[in-house]
């Protein structure tokens, strides 16, 4: 193993004068497992356990502000999120174990990288890895990857549950930068395509920017779903999963998880929620580029809405 340091911080400000080399700790439940898999070799980490950050407080605007080292079981368990952001609390006890649900946090949870296996494997080509030497996953086994969203440098999926409820939310993420000052990226923006250039970058941060909070806006009302679709019941990631609000005269928002760099939406998706899951689906795989392996998750995503859409009309009657 490469050699390392090691800093713990007390504060945000301690983190960000850390400077733009240096690779952030929360729960290490990710960057832990990479660093043992070499799949990168940090020379300096900044431990964030220490430095606050960690708490859940209302918002001016009615809404809600989520310290990024808030736990993602805390967050799950909030009485104010079960409330008023069920589909949040239902994605996270979708993901994971209750185990690294504790340890995980919610900066933490969004900056989780693609399960590609290419990039996992080491011996292999993965433009992410490192970049320039090929995508392994175009001719090869691509059945857990996106669907939409890709290039002919990368297939990756992103995997997470938690950031696709935040998605139907709109929410927002406060990140602090190493030269002073805050702003706020729409989650819709944060999980960056492939594209045809490298390095793939993969999240919209600058180097040496710390993610401070998510920012819930007010509540949206309506009823909430989250539906996940994996291979066992659970401790796995999804193949398709699908967030949304619904509100009582049919109209409503939605998103999909693990078919996309990012979590998936659309403005035209969500106007399609009363005519059907056939055209919500329609909406949102518009110039879908799937692989041979993974085409089904087209046909699995628009069955997960439909039962979804079907669950939301049940509720209303
Ligand atoms: C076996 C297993 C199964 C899993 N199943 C699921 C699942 O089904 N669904 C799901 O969604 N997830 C799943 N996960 C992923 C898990 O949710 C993530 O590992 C976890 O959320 C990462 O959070 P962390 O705090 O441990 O991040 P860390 O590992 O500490 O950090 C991850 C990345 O974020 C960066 N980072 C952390 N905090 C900040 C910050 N404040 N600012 C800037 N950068 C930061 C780190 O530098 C690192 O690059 C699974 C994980 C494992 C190991």
Request: with cysteine; glycine share 10%; net charge neutral.
């Amino acid at each position: 193993m490469k050699a390392f340091t090691y800093d713990r911080v007390t504060s945000a400000d301690e983190a960000l004068a850390a400077g733009a080399g240096a690779s952030f700790v929360a729960g290490g439940t990710n960057l832990l497992d990479h660093m043992k898999l070499q799949i990168v070799t940090p020379d300096r980490l900044v431990d964030l356990n220490r430095a606050g950050m960690d708490t859940i407080e209302p918002t001016a605007q009615g809404g809600l502000r989520i310290g990024a080292l808030v736990r993602n079981s805390d967050l799950a368990a909030d009485s104010r999120i079960i409330a008023d952001y069920a589909v949040l609390a239902r994605a996270i006890l979708a993901g994971a174990s209750g185990q690294i649900r504790n340890r995980a946090t919610t900066a933490g949870n969004l900056m989780q990288r693609t399960r590609c296996p290419y990039f996992y494997d080491t011996a292999l080509a993965c433009n992410k890895r490192d970049p320039g030497s090929g995508c392994s996953a175009q001719d090869g086994h691509s059945r857990t990857l996106a669907v939409i969203g890709t290039s002919d440098l990368c297939l990756c999926q992103n995997p997470g549950d938690m950031a696709v409820a935040l998605r139907v939310l709109d929410a927002g993420v406060e990140v602090a930068a190493p030269g002073g000052g805050t702003r706020t990226i729409p989650i819709a923006e944060f999980h960056q395509l492939p594209g045809d250039t490298l390095p793939v970058r993969e999240f919209a941060l600058e180097p040496g920017e710390l993610i401070i909070a998510v920012v819930l806006p007010p509540p949206a009302g309506g009823t909430h779903y989250y539906r996940k679709v994996r291979d066992r019941s659970s401790y796995a990631f999804a193949l398709v999963s699908v967030a949304a609000v619904i509100q009582p005269d049919g109209t409503g928002r939605i998103a999909l998880g693990g078919v996309a760099p990012r979590p998936w939406a659309s403005e035209g998706a969500d106007a399609a929620i009363p005519h059907g899951a056939k055209a919500v689906a329609a909406a949102l795989f518009e110039g879908a580029r799937p692989q041979e392996d993974n085409a089904f998750k087209i046909d699995l995503a628009t069955r997960t809405i439909a039962a979804v859409l079907a669950e939301a009309k049940e509720a209303r009657a």
